[in-house]
Every structure is written in C-alpha cells, then in structure tokens.
C-alpha cells in the first residue's frame, strides 16, 4: 500500500473540508485494481512501477496524473468555489496589503491558482515572494534570449511581437520594486515611530 497527501497533490481540496454547520472532515480516496495487484512487491508497501515513463511502460506518474484529472472532475464544483474564494481573498490582500505583488496579477494568475487555500500573513507574503521571485529569473533570462541572439533574427515581425512582450514584462518588474520599495519604506517609517514613542 501506498499513501500520499491529496491536498498537496489538489491544493485546493485543503487539508480539511468543511461543512456548513462546522463540522470538519478529511477525504479519503482508495484506489484498486488489477494492475496494481500484480505490480505489488512482496511486502505490500509499495509497488514495483517506474516513476517515470520508460518505453511502452505505465509510470506511476502517469497513474498519478489520471487520478488528479479524475478527482478534479468529480469534484469540480467544490474546488471551483473554494479556487474562486482563495483567489479573492488572495487578492484582497495583495491591493490592500502587498502592492508588490500586484504585477502576479496578470503575469502569473495560474501560479496563484495552483497555491494552497489556507496561507495568510507573511506565509502568504513568502509564497507570493518565491511566485515573484521565479517571475524575475524568468525574465532575467527571456531577456537575454531577446536581447542577445544565439541566431541570426530571420523574422523582424516575431521578433518585434516577442520584444514587446519583454519589455511589458519588464516594465512590470519595475513597477512590483517600486512598490516594494515603498512597502519598506511605510514599514521602516512606522517601526521608527514605534521606537521612538517607546522612550517618550
């Protein structure tokens, strides 16, 4: 037999769920099949199937895949509301509380998706941190693509539309430092005021 966390496989079935009138449950799925009896080692933990796809062989990523897909389906509704509810309120915090991160928006929403449904505070900052920080890396290294060719530029109108597309998202990393930097700036003013109300 072997087990895995659901909610870290479908973020957005969380750890819990909850029902209207409080009460909190876990769910549970069980998969079986013949497949898998005959794949199973000796001692009954595990099963003697490649992680990853190798020829004409079944992967247990593979099988993985197919049961995510199917679990998202039949649950598609409860996931659709608890996604649209995360996504609001995610929002909500990043006009009202990080700016910085208000570019993630537009340019990574389906990153956004994808985080669990529980984060607040600064472990939702920190997500959102490690979000922007790829966002960064990701342009860093577009730009070199665009800006210095490995090949000689055959077509000017896909360059031109893939320039573009660079400089709108590196104008948007602009923005989410400038954002940040008054960020800091609010927070280093606000903790000196403290500091300085402690010896009054």
Same mark, same amino acid.
């Given at each position: ?49 490649? %992680?990853?796809? +190798? =020829?004409?062989?079944?992967?247990? *990523?593979? &099988?993985?895949?197919?049961?995510? #897909?199917?679990? !998202?389906? $039949? ?6 509301? %608890?996604?649209? +509810? =995360?996504?609001?309120?995610?929002? *909500?915090? &990043?006009?009202?509380?990080?700016? #910085?991160?208000? !570019?993630? $928006? ?16 600064? *472990? ?77």
């Amino acid at each position: 037999m072997k087990s895995e966390n659901l909610f870290i496989l479908i973020p957005d079935l969380g750890k819990y769920i909850k029902e209207k009138n409080g009460n909190s449950f876990v769910y549970n799925v069980y998969i079986t099949s013949r497949f898998l009896d005959a794949k199973v080692n000796s001692e009954r933990t595990n099963f003697n199937i490649p %992680n990853k796809q +190798k =020829k004409d062989e079944i992967s247990y *990523k593979q &099988i993985r895949n197919e049961i995510i #897909q199917i679990l !998202e389906n $039949l649950l598609s509704d409860f996931l659709r509301k %608890n996604r649209e +509810k =995360k996504v609001d309120k995610y929002k *909500k915090h &990043i006009f009202d509380n990080s700016p #910085q991160f208000r !570019e993630l $928006l537009k340019y990574k929403s389906e990153s956004i998706d994808k985080m669990p449904p529980e984060l607040s505070g600064n *472990k939702l900052d920190i997500e959102l941190f490690k979000i922007q920080n790829n966002f960064e890396i990701e342009i860093k290294e577009r730009g070199e693509e665009i800006l210095n060719p490995k090949k000689d530029i055959t077509n000017l109108k896909d360059y031109k539309k893939n320039y573009n597309n660079y400089i709108e998202k590196f104008n948007a990393i602009g923005k989410a430092s400038l954002a940040k930097y008054i960020v800091h700036r609010k927070a280093v003013i606000e903790l000196l005021d403290k500091f300085l109300n402690a010896f009054r």
